[in-house]
Structure formats: C-alpha cells, structure tokens
C-alpha cells in the first residue's frame, strides 16, 4: 500500500499542500491557504500550508497533525496497512476531495 494514502483514503501525493511543501512553492500555499479557508469557514494561513502527507514522518497541517479524527484514532491503535486492509472497506464511504483538508 502506498505511504501516500492517508488514514482518511485522501491520496497526499495529489495534495497541493503536499505538492507546495515539497517544491517550497509559496504561491501554490498561498493559493491553497485561500481555498481552505472559503471551504472551512476558518481562517488558514499560507504559513500553515507545510506537509508531506499524514503517514510520513515530518511537518504537517495544523489539521492533519492534531485535530483530524480519523489520523488520531489510527495513531492511537498503532494502525497498520498490511494489518488492517480489511478496514478500507468502511473508509470507502467517507466523502473524499482530493487536494482539500476535510471541512472542520
């Protein structure tokens, strides 16, 4: 399974945040912090736009470091892909936008 596949189903690979982070492209982050804050209702900052995906060790959204629920549960049961591939049946069903934090 790739690492890039958050806990959530959410492809990192795609994210721009991800894609910002990586090639430290500040218009990409500014670009991005917008769309996040019309879609959450929430101020997000382009300073906040820093992540290499939520499975990878290193920095990450505010978000997806300690306030996604679906990420903190995983990390609290020590989760595994190859242990749990069974569980990404009921992740199926969780509502995905690729490239956009989940609505807060």
Known sequence: MKNYI??????CESCEARIATIHNNDALREKVARLWSELNGVEITPEMINCVGCRIDGVKTP???????????????????AEAAAGWSAVKSWPRSLGTMPRL
């Open 63 to 81: 978000y997806c470091e300690s306030l996604c629920p679906i990420r903190q549960c995983a990390l609290g049961k020590a989760w595994r892909p």
């Open 6 to 11: 958050a806990y959530c189903g959410l492809d």
